[in-house]
């Protein structure tokens, strides 16, 4: 039998790499994880946790404008760009440490570099000490995802991505935002909340695509609402860079939009690059992911992919649920699938936005005859201040079952119940269950159990 220097080694250090890697270790296994940036991954370092800092900063404004409707007085209140960048880099240390620590206490050797295949069994590391090789019985690919540039507009080498934003030395007065999903309109609206003049541009009719049409409008509606400047069905023609500094985006439609910084948030690829998948004879799939079965193995025996690089579900939740799964799979004797379908969601826009299950369009399509039940209303907090903002909550409901197939909130708090109304939806509770839950009051979330006239569009209603 032959000998290795690992019974796993393991590409990648975020958040479904150390998972997979900690619980193999647990298990017996001696475990290695290579990473070549900062333990920790998207989520931790460059993604969901610093942004969600960035989200809770941004949202002060909105807060002191309802706070004033209540009788407060709020006077001279300013933003530190640069404190908060230094808090936040802090608290992502702490956090990259507790990654790092609790990969050693499991017992996983932590090796800092690019790791590539040299073959199936064999991999090369490369880091600021030089080059190591090192092989495995076992290897799981957890490289994640990476920021995608478009190659055919003239001047993109001035633009920002998503992973840069949370760096900017000084922000910027104003800002253009490429791109119409979640990514470009959660970091539109922390700028634009932490007082930058921003334009939203995507080359779509509206913003979101693949979510629900209702949740799609009712946020675009909001957006404007708070004042965020959305340019849709524009498509950048080039940037150009002034003597000055200042970069201007040429957009179809003759516009052009001067700003001090560009970002492109128009989409994310599998990081399978320089991996040398070919030197292991790893397939890819017609998106350019690793390709794996439903236990994410890939097509050769002893290699699985889990988290972004698979690209069926870029999630940190899902990396990290898929991870467990491959533990249990091969180091405890348990085969495990992770179940992909109704995995709640969250856009963390200003509005937020929190879905689980089908859309409407998609329940039409699976099961034909579907009822709808929906409200907007003004939420109790914002109504007594005087805002016009709307909350929308969509419930989406099988006609020959009765059950909950799809949730959909927009507003305050939204992603929050989501993740509570993810588990009816889960277990497969019929509207007449979730009716029979009494009431939680006041509040916004009881909207979600009183439903009770369907929703039928104007189109049908005039027929």
């Given at each position: 039998m032959a000998q290795y220097d690992y019974d796993l080694f393991v590409i990648g250090a975020g958040s479904g790499g150390v998972r997979a890697a900690r619980l193999a270790a647990m298990s017996g296994a001696r475990v290695a994880v290579a990473e070549e940036y900062?333990?920790?991954?998207?989520?931790?370092?460059?993604?969901c946790v610093p942004k969600k800092f960035m989200v809770y900063a941004s949202e002060f404004p909105h807060d002191f404008d309802i706070a004033r409707g209540y009788g407060w007085t709020i006077e001279n209140a300013r933003f530190d760009w640069r404190r908060f960048l230094m808090t936040k880099d802090q608290e992502i240390s702490r956090l990259s440490g507790i990654y790092t620590a609790n990969l050693a206490k499991a017992g996983a050797d932590l090796v800092y570099g690019t790791a590539r295949f040299v073959d199936p069994h064999t991999l090369e590391v490369t880091g600021k000490d030089g080059k190591r090789t090192v092989t495995a019985e076992k290897i799981l690919i957890a490289a994640g995802a990476r920021p995608k540039l478009p190659d055919d507009v003239p001047g993109i080498e001035h633009v920002i991505t998503s992973e840069e934003a949370f760096h900017l030395p000084e922000l910027p007065k104003r800002m253009v935002i490429v791109g119409g999903g979640y990514i470009a309109v959660e970091f539109a609206c922390i700028f634009h909340g932490l007082g930058v003049d921003v334009t939203l541009v995507y080359r779509g009719s509206n913003l979101l695509r693949g979510f629900d049409e209702d949740v799609r409008a009712h946020l675009a509606d909001e957006l404007r609402r708070r004042g965020l400047k959305v340019?849709?069905?524009?498509?950048?023609?080039?940037?150009?860079?002034?003597?000055?500094?200042?970069?201007?985006?040429?957009?179809?439609?003759?516009?052009?939009l001067e700003s001090e910084v560009v970002m492109f948030a128009t989409g994310r690829e599998p990081h399978v690059k320089d991996l040398g998948l070919d030197k292991a004879g790893v397939k890819l799939n017609d998106k350019g992911a690793v390709a794996v079965d439903d236990y994410s193995r890939t097509n050769v025996e002893h290699i699985w992919a889990v988290g972004d690089v698979t690209d069926r579900m870029a999630l940190t939740p899902v990396a990290i649920r898929e991870a467990q799964a491959f533990a249990e799979t091969v180091y405890r004797g348990r085969p495990t699938a992770f179940d992909h379908a109704d995995v709640p969601t969250a856009v963390f826009s200003q509005p937020?936005?929190?879905?689980?299950?089908?859309?409407?369009?998609?329940?039409?399509?699976?099961?034909?005859?579907?009822?709808?039940?929906?409200?907007?209303?003004?939420?109790?907090?914002?109504?007594f201040a005087g805002s016009e903002e709307r909350m929308l909550m969509k419930l989406v409901v099988e006609r020959a079952t009765d059950k909950v197939v799809g949730c959909h909130i927009v507003g305050q708090d939204g992603p929050e119940m989501i993740q509570m109304a993810a588990i009816a939806v889960k277990a497969g509770l019929t509207k007449a269950q979730w009716d029979a839950t009494c009431a939680l009051h006041p509040s916004a979330s009881e909207e979600l159990v009183t439903l009770r006239e369907k929703y039928v569009p104007q189109e049908l209603a005039a027929e």
């Open positions: 900062r333990v920790g991954g998207t989520c931790v370092i460059r993604g340019a849709l069905s524009c498509q950048h023609e080039r940037i150009e860079k002034r003597a000055d500094g200042v970069l201007v985006s040429h957009v179809s439609e003759g516009l052009k937020p936005v929190g879905v689980v299950g089908l859309s409407e369009s998609q329940a039409r399509h699976k099961y034909g005859e579907v009822d709808i039940y929906m409200t907007r209303f003004r939420a109790m907090k914002t109504l």
